[in-house]
Nanobody, 126 residues
Framework: QVQLVESGGGLVQAGGSLRVSCAVS????????MGWFRQAPGKEREFVAT????????YYADSVKGRFTISRDNAKNTVFLQMNSLKPGDTAVYFC???????????????????WGQGTQVTVSS
């Protein structure tokens, strides 16, 4: 079983930056493609970013491209989402997710991920 625990959320002003982290335990972290999703009140969960197991390939939603950066430290079993130039529209609960995959396939659908964290709230004030 894989456990995911997010941290680093909080309140930030528009234009500011925040980094959220996701610590993974239970299995070999380097086997897993990792993703970040977010869900705002009354909206469906949406894809934000993903990174392959080796960290060699990343992919972003158009809404965050150029502002957010996903990265991972396989030695520390942690995936990060650096968020810059934040907008009020980025306000949501941010979830990290994992699925076992050793290839260079990009997964953007939440149904493609097997394991989820509990989420961390990010609030951007105007």
């Amino acid at each position: 079983q894989v456990q995911l625990v997010e941290s680093g959320g909080g309140l930030v002003q528009a234009g500011g930056s925040l980094r959220v982290s996701c610590a993974v335990s239970g299995r070999t972290f380097s086997w897993y493609t990792m993703g970040w999703f977010r869900q705002a009140p009354g909206k469906e969960r949406e894809f934000v970013a993903t990174i392959t197991s080796s960290g060699g390939l990343t992919y972003y939603a158009d809404s965050v491209k150029g502002r957010f950066t996903i990265s991972r430290d396989n030695a520390k079993n942690t995936v990060f989402l650096q968020m810059n130039s934040l907008k009020p529209g980025d306000t949501a609960v941010y979830f990290c997710a994992a699925r076992q995959s050793s290839g260079r396939i990009i997964y953007t659908q939440h149904t493609e991920y097997n394991y989820w964290g509990q989420g961390t709230q990010v609030t951007v004030s105007s």
